[in-house]
């Protein structure tokens, strides 16, 4: 069994392209790899998994069914991994979430800002918020609002129709 600690996630990137374009070429450019580059990872794929992996053809190549049965696990591995790195995105205009605390806090981001929102918790209006930040402004709080009392509350942001809302995103107060 391969020690997991020196296989290249590079390679296994590589190979999902392979299984995708079945062609060399194309898995490189796809990649922004050249053509050896690629077929000497696909050397190394070939050592890391005791296969030949795929065979050459006149239109590209096959995968072999070792190589079809790791596809599928593959692109979900590979997903898993997009997913774990990437940034979660947080939308003002759509911005709703339910939680359970003593208070909230919106929080803006640094950097120019424009616009207005309304805040409502529990259905209930508690406030307008306007947005006015400019470049090398830092983080700061842009509304609160707290009880004596945890619970569970829903806040929801209703966007302005004019202007730019960023947000950095909710905080609770626990």
Known sequence: MPDIRRIDLNLLVALDALLDER???RAAARLGYTQPTISGMLGRLRDL?????????????LPTPRAQAVALPL?????????LVERETFDPAS??????GRGVAIIAPVGPTR????????????????????????RRVMFSTAWTTAGTHTIELRVGTTGRVDLDGFVILR
């Open 23 to 25: 062609n060399v070429t």
């Open 49 to 61: 998994f005791g296969d030949p992996l795929f065979v050459r053809t006149q239109r590209g190549v």
């Open 115 to 138: 616009g207005r929102a309304t805040v409502y918790v529990d259905g209930v209006y508690r406030g307008t918020v306007n947005f006015r930040a400019s470049a090398g402004a830092s």
């Open 75 to 83: 692109k979900q591995l590979l997903a898993d991994g997009r997913r």
């Open 95 to 100: 911005a709703r979430t339910t939680f359970t």
